[in-house]
Nanobody, 128 residues
Framework: QVQLVESGGGLVQAGGSLRLSCAAS????????MGWFRQAPGKEREFVAA????????YYADSVKGRFTISRDNAKSTMYLHMSSLKPEDTAVYYC?????????????????????WGQGTQVTVSS
């Protein structure tokens, strides 16, 4: 079983930055594909970014490319999402997700069903 806890959300002005963290329990974090998703009120959950087991490969939604950076520290069993140049449309609950089944690539990791563990979410609100 994998337990994920997000933190770092909050209120920020447009153009500002935030860093989200996702702390994972378990002993095999370094083998997991990890991802971030977000969901705004009344909208579908959408993919934000994914990172492979080593951190050597990343993948971003077009809406956040150039603004968000996903990273991980396997020694700390933690994944991060650094968000900059934030826009009001980035306002959402951000969810951390893990795929505990080892894979060599990020193929299909923009689909929520590719992940088998989820955190509780952290609210990010960007004011204009």
């Amino acid at each position: 079983q994998v337990q994920l806890v997000e933190s770092g959300g909050g209120l920020v002005q447009a153009g500002g930055s935030l860093r989200l963290s996702c702390a994972a329990s378990g002993r095999a974090f370094s083998s997991y594909t990890m991802g971030w998703f977000r969901q705004a009120p009344g909208k579908e959950r959408e993919f934000v970014a994914a990172i492979n087991w080593s951190g050597g490969s990343t993948y971003y939604a077009d809406s956040v490319k150039g603004r968000f950076t996903i990273s991980r520290d396997n020694a700390k069993s933690t994944m991060y999402l650094h968000m900059s140049s934030l826009k009001p449309e980035d306002t959402a609950v951000y969810y951390c997700a893990a795929d505990s089944r080892f894979s060599w690539s990020l193929s299909h990791k923009d689909y929520a069903q590719s992940y088998d563990y989820w955190g509780q979410g952290t609210q990010v609100t960007v004011s204009s």
